[in-house]
């Protein structure tokens, strides 16, 4: 009885092990879906230079916290207030390590990777607003529309060279939903629809992804 007791345990003990050796993290990189296990983490800055169409250079403030419905954004258009452009809060959401884009061209076995040159992240959106209703509601919001990396010295990120990789970038995002209305001068909701922003954080990534 002992023993079949400490066969069973032991079984147990590898399957655990089994389970955490090939625990790995999953990403879609708008092809297939690929896999990494190691990364390094930068702090990216404020793109302060991006301004919106109508609007001026932006400071980034700190992030705002909004309740369901209330309003985020407005604005008229038509001389008169012919339209009346609204945004009201949703849902707020964070995604983590985000796939941006490879940054070498070709799957390979190599033992490592180094890379010097500036990434940028921009703000992804859906929805039936303009993007650039968009890029004012985000930043009224007080997150960020655009994001730059930038690396002091050529930085070196180790592979396992026995896999095929290719060297990524990823970001840290923020999610915003917001309910886009519009109404017609004589005070009609001519659209009432659910918009999304995705905004980069200050915290990315260079990433060693697997087939």
Not at 24 to 45: K, L, N, R
Not at 54 to 79: D, F, R
Not at 118 to 138: E, W
Request: net charge negative; aromatic share 14%.
């Amino acid at each position: 009885m002992k023993r079949t007791l400490c066969l069973i345990l032991v079984a147990l003990m590898c399957c655990s092990l089994s389970a955490q050796a090939v625990a790995t993290d999953i990403v879609y990189d708008g092809e297939e879906y690929v896999y990494y296990d190691d990364y390094m983490t930068f702090q990216s800055e404020d793109d302060v230079h991006e301004a919106v169409s109508g609007g001026s250079l932006h400071q980034t403030p700190a992030e705002i916290n909004y309740v369901a419905g209330q309003l985020i954004y407005h604005e008229m258009s038509g001389g008169q207030g012919l339209f009346n452009y609204y945004a009201y809060f949703e849902s707020r959401g964070f995604l983590a390590r985000q796939f941006v884009r490879y940054l070498s061209n070709s799957w390979a076995k190599t033992d490592g990777y180094t890379w010097s040159q500036t990434n940028t992240v921009n703000m992804g959106f859906s929805g039936s607003a303009s993007l650039n209703f968009a890029k004012k509601v985000a930043v009224q919001a007080g997150l960020s529309v655009s994001r730059s990396t930038s690396y002091d010295l050529a930085t070196h990120i180790p592979a396992d060279a026995s896999r095929f990789s290719k060297l990524g970038f990823a970001s840290d995002m923020n999610s915003l939903s917001y309910r886009y209305k519009v109404y017609n001068a004589a005070g009609v909701c001519t659209m009432s629809t659910i918009d999304t922003v995705t905004c980069p954080t200050i915290d990315s990534y260079l990433i060693v992804y697997y087939q």
